[in-house]
């Protein structure tokens, strides 16, 4: 995670896209900072992490975070383009710059 005052170089073509985001666990990395900027966040009960602890993950579920308050499942790409589709995270991520 960049730290404050970082400068971060956001991808403006397809190619640089890859090169940023070359696997799987650098989107769901940057998912995960673009939809919970200030930590986790429970979808369900608005837990922080900072109150109920960082969030259980799973290693077979990569996208899915399980809240250690009310122990319900929140999904990175829930209501995105990609929750729809079953293609592999990665080409999916990089469609809007295609
Ligand atoms: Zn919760």
Do not use: W
């Not at 170089?9 to 985001?21: G, M, R």
């Not at 799987?24 to 995960?32: D, G, P, R, S, V």
């Not at 975070?65 to 080409?91: F, V, W």
Request: glycine residues 6%; aromatic residues 12%; charged residues 20%.
């Amino acid at each position: 995670m960049p730290k404050p005052g970082e400068s971060r170089v956001v991808p403006k073509t397809l190619p640089d896209f890859q090169q940023h985001f070359p696997n799987e666990e650098t989107c769901i990395a940057h998912l995960y900072t673009k939809r919970f900027p200030t930590g986790f966040v429970c979808s369900y009960c608005e837990q922080h992490e900072a109150d109920a602890g960082a969030p259980y993950s799973f290693a077979s579920r990569p996208t899915v975070y399980r809240c250690r308050n009310c122990k319900r499942d929140t999904s990175l790409t829930a209501g995105t383009i990609m929750h729809r589709s079953n293609q592999p995270l990665s080409p999916g991520f990089g469609q809007p710059f295609s």
